[in-house]
């Protein structure tokens, strides 16, 4: 792997994870963008939210497979991999989310954060259970149930790539339908993680030149933000209850995001703030972990000032969410950097990419919510 697409890489992982943060941005029916109360803030909300960075899960998927098998399916190491990956993914998905768990269960007992987040006082052994390791449905975190899916992925790696590497269209065109026809999620919390991963082992063991349309990477960048652009016009008309044709038309676009994402990066990298963002290391899966935590808590003091106009709060709130975690990061990383290393699963610095296989109003809960 040559530096043009390490760095690629490191600069898709911060610039999507930076869009997640919007994904995530809470809200509550009375703010609903689809109401249109605000016109063209609604849909650019829309825009952000429900088409845009939708990419992001699909193609930080699809840098996880291509990592893990960048040196071929014969050196490959099961064992090892799992040890690893019990390291870099699991432990920070347990360390982040039973602290949130804790904190929330705390604040409850306070009588704080009730409609907010789930109920965790009167909550069943089961549904405990859920919020801690994301058996049946999402976690505490929310943005954790990524964590939670690469693990299965990478436990299911070694059929995923045998399948791949004797019969790869015909896996990838069945993964490709089961992300994104109305089927059952079956283990997976978000079906369109299992295909992006398996398009990534794909690019590797298949030696695809990943650089072979970065000639054409303004045309491929132009479309997929029209794209976009068009499916956040649908989403704005038909929303927040989609149709089945709707939900499968933003699937595809997630998907086509994989490659479109990959396009932006050739066309970023060669500029200066480009440059610099290669170089952030493992404050993009710093940010990725302590994000949503830090939004519930704006969107409870944002309820508390009786501020009606809600646009300051969705235009501010993941600015100012990045800018404290950026400083929050570099603070641990003098402070403490043995313990950040195991929050940010070993990821210290950007040279490391090439050698790990990675990488008021109130909400209410619910399992439908922004994922």
Same mark, same amino acid.
């Given at each position: ?33 689809? *109401? ?23 193609? *930080? ?61 009167? =909550?069943?052994?089961?549904?405990? *259970? ?69 398009? #990534? ?71 200066? *703030? ?33 501020? =009606? ?44 990419? #090439? ?17």
């Amino acid at each position: 792997m040559d530096a043009n697409i390490s760095s690629r890489i490191n600069l898709m992982r911060i610039v999507l994870i930076s869009g997640i943060v919007f994904v995530h941005v809470p809200h509550d029916p009375s703010t609903s963008p689809f *109401l249109g109360i605000y016109g063209f803030w609604d849909w650019l909300r829309v825009f952000l939210g429900d088409s845009l960075f939708r990419v992001g899960v699909p193609c *930080l998927s699809a840098i996880s497979g291509y990592l893990l098998f960048r040196r071929g399916l014969e050196t490959f190491d099961y064992g090892k991999t799992i040890r690893t990956k019990a390291r870099t993914v699991m432990l920070p998905f347990l360390l982040w989310n039973l602290a949130f768990l804790a904190l929330v269960c705390i604040a409850q007992l306070k009588a704080i954060g009730f409609g907010y987040l789930p109920d965790v006082i009167d =909550a069943s052994p089961r549904e405990w *259970l859920s919020l801690a390791f994301a058996l049946e449905g999402l976690p505490i975190n929310v943005p954790l149930y990524f964590l939670r899916d690469l693990m299965l992925c990478i436990l299911l790696s070694p059929l995923l790539a045998w399948l791949i590497k004797r019969y790869p269209l015909p896996t990838l065109f069945v993964l490709f339908a089961y992300a994104v026809l109305p089927l059952p999620n079956g283990i997976f919390l978000k079906k369109s993680i299992l295909f992006g991963f398996s398009a #990534g082992i794909y690019l590797s063991l298949h030696r695809i030149d990943v650089k072979r349309f970065d000639a054409h990477a303004r045309w491929i960048a132009a479309i997929f933000l029209a794209v976009a652009v068009a499916l956040s016009l649908v989403l704005y008309q038909t929303g927040p209850e989609f149709p089945v044709w709707v939900d499968m038309l933003r699937s595809l676009v997630a998907l086509s995001g994989i490659l479109g994402s990959w396009a932006i990066s050739a066309l970023l990298v060669r500029t200066r *703030l480009g440059e610099r963002l290669t170089r952030t290391g493992g404050l993009s899966f710093f940010i990725f972990c302590a994000h949503y935590p830090l939004l519930i808590l704006f969107w409870m003091i944002w309820n508390r000032t009786g501020i =009606a106009d809600y646009r300051l709060f969705y235009f501010a709130s993941p600015v100012i969410t990045i800018a404290l975690l950026v400083a929050a990061h570099g603070f641990a990383k003098r402070m403490a950097p043995g313990f950040t290393a195991v929050l940010t699963g070993s990821r210290t610095g950007s040279s490391q990419t #090439g050698a790990r296989p990675d990488a008021g109003r109130r909400t209410d809960y619910s399992p439908q919510q922004r994922t």
